[in-house]
């Protein structure tokens, strides 16, 4: 039988344990982009009960690699670090890969358009680091409705 606490323990110390996926962001912002986060890893680790280890970190690799990429690149946006229009366009790819990597290449993500205007947000003064978080959670929450 597979130990799934353990599994989960070594992915959630691995998003805890490493201060460069959140030290950009606020303390409400950074807990709610971890709190996403941890979500994500414990749904994935469980998605690999019926499997031995060698293959659970197989097809655990991957998946929790883009969480992490996810996390980064979606707070370094909500802090302000993708100014031009082409480093949105290319966050938005990056982001959209990541999710097919996260949730399966069948899974219906944010379109781009969406991505897009949730992206370009980020200009607007009223917008704080945390609520632009809580707006992508949101944005890809929709497309999974209970999954997440």
């Not at 201060?19 to 749904?43: C, N, V, Y």
């Not at 990429?69 to 802090?79: D, F, K, L, P, Y």
């Not at 097919?100 to 680091?129: H, K």
């Amino acid at each position: 039988m597979a130990d799934l606490g353990s599994r989960t323990e070594r992915a959630i110390s691995e998003l805890t344990g490493n201060e460069s996926l959140l030290g950009m962001l606020d303390t409400d912002a950074s807990s709610e982009m971890l709190d996403w986060g941890i979500k994500m890893a414990k749904s994935i680790v469980n998605e690999t009960k019926e499997l031995d280890d060698i293959l659970a970190d197989v097809s655990l690799l991957p998946r929790l690699k883009a969480v992490r990429s996810t996390m980064r690149s979606i707070g370094n946006w909500a802090a302000g670090k993708y100014v031009e229009a082409d480093d949105r366009l290319k966050l938005r790819d990056k982001l959209i890969e990541n999710f097919n990597a996260i949730f399966g290449g069948n899974a219906q993500l944010p379109t781009s358009e969406a991505m897009d205007d949730l992206l370009n947000q980020v200009d607007e003064p009223s917008n704080s680091p945390h609520q632009l978080i809580l707006k992508m959670i949101q944005l890809i929450a929709n497309q999974h409705q209970g999954e997440l």
